[in-house]
């Protein structure tokens, strides 16, 4: 079984920055696909980016291409998303996922295609 920990959110003002971390144990995630998906309040969970087992094919959604970069350390067993130029409508709690089927072809942005969750973690971005 895998477990997933979130760690990094926070509350910072429009235009900054903040790292989420995402922390797997129980067993390796290296040959898994991880993604991150946001929730705001009143709102259903969204795709914000995902990342290929080795790293090399990453997905974004069109609200953060450009701000947000997803990584790995499968070394550290662990992913991160890097987010800049925040704004207040990232405001959301944020989840990590692991996919052990995800691949080629596969649907990254569909919650469905994962199988592991983390509990989340708030970020808040005042104006």
């Known amino acids: 079984q895998v477990q997933l920990v979130e760690s990094g959110g926070g509350l910072v003002q429009a235009g900054n920055s903040l790292r989420l971390s995402c922390a797997a144990s129980g067993r390796?995630?290296?040959s898994a696909g991880m993604g991150w998906f946001?929730?705001?309040?009143?709102k259903e969970r969204e795709f914000v980016?995902?990342?290929?087992t080795s790293g090399s094919?990453?997905?974004y959604a069109d609200s953060v291409k450009g701000r947000f970069t997803i990584s790995r350390d499968n070394a550290k067993n662990t992913m991160y998303l890097q987010m800049n130029s925040l704004k207040p409508e990232d405001?959301?709690?944020y989840t990590c996922a692991a996919g052990f089927g995800l691949g080629f072809g596969s649907n990254w942005w569909?919650?469905?295609?994962y199988?592991?969750?983390g509990q989340g973690t708030q970020v808040?971005?005042?104006s």
């Open 28 to 30: 390796t995630v290296s």
């Open 38 to 42: 946001r929730q705001a309040p009143g």
């Open 49 to 52: 980016a995902a990342i290929s």
């Open 57 to 59: 094919t990453t997905y």
């Open 91 to 93: 405001t959301a709690v």
């Open 110 to 113: 569909d919650v469905g295609s």
């Open 115 to 117: 199988d592991h969750w």
């Open 124 to 126: 808040a971005v005042s």
